[in-house]
């Protein structure tokens, strides 16, 4: 069965101005709208860039209203380029998390939802992580705060693979369809 995947973004808060409905990758969205203040996702999983070409802070949304930037985490009102994800159709989640680059050191597999890396496995860096099953999000901060990073299946050797520019990670959680 296909599943149209569809985000309607918009210039000002509260759903209101200038929109785009987008239903599938786009490396520049400036040519639709010049900001983007809210955010409507109706089925899929997207990670929205703040500069073109996938490049910048990134954050994850899955189905449901974004009123205003904060809600999705937001820094600013810029939003460049978008990418679409389907969920995994049989539901499982599986992460491996690693002291070290390139698999070294503690490992430490996790299937559910993290909010203190450092509480369950006493460092605050992840250097690398292969990510075996769905689509996970790492935060900077504790309990789901912070920069993020969307992660689908693959191996990480190490954090700039992910996007990061520095390896800790406070929390992360499963990218699920709410």
Not at 82 to 87: D, E, H, I
Not at 112 to 136: A, E, K, Q
Request: net charge negative; charged share 25%; glycine share 8%.
């Amino acid at each position: 069965m296909y599943l149209l995947l569809q985000a309607t973004f918009y210039e000002d808060r509260n759903f209101q101005g200038q929109h785009y409905e987008c239903s599938t990758d786009c490396a520049d969205l400036h040519s639709y709208f010049s900001r983007c203040n809210s955010i409507r996702v109706e089925s899929g999983c997207w990670v929205v860039y703040e500069k073109p070409n996938y490049m910048g802070y990134q954050y994850v949304l899955t189905k449901g209203e974004y009123p205003d930037y904060q809600r999705w985490m937001g820094f600013n009102d810029n939003i460049r380029s978008c990418r679409t994800y389907s969920y995994p159709s049989d539901g499982s989640y599986r992460i491996k998390i690693y002291e070290r680059s390139d698999f070294g050191g503690q490992m430490m597999e996790f299937m559910d939802d993290c909010p203190s890396v450092y509480d369950r496995f006493c460092y605050r860096d992840i250097h690398s992580c292969n990510v075996m099953d769905g689509y996970w999000a790492f935060y900077e901060h504790p309990n789901y705060r912070g920069r993020q990073y969307f992660l689908k299946p693959s191996e990480y050797r190490g954090f700039s693979d992910w996007g990061a520019t520095c390896p800790t990670i406070g929390s992360f959680r499963r990218v699920m369809d709410f």
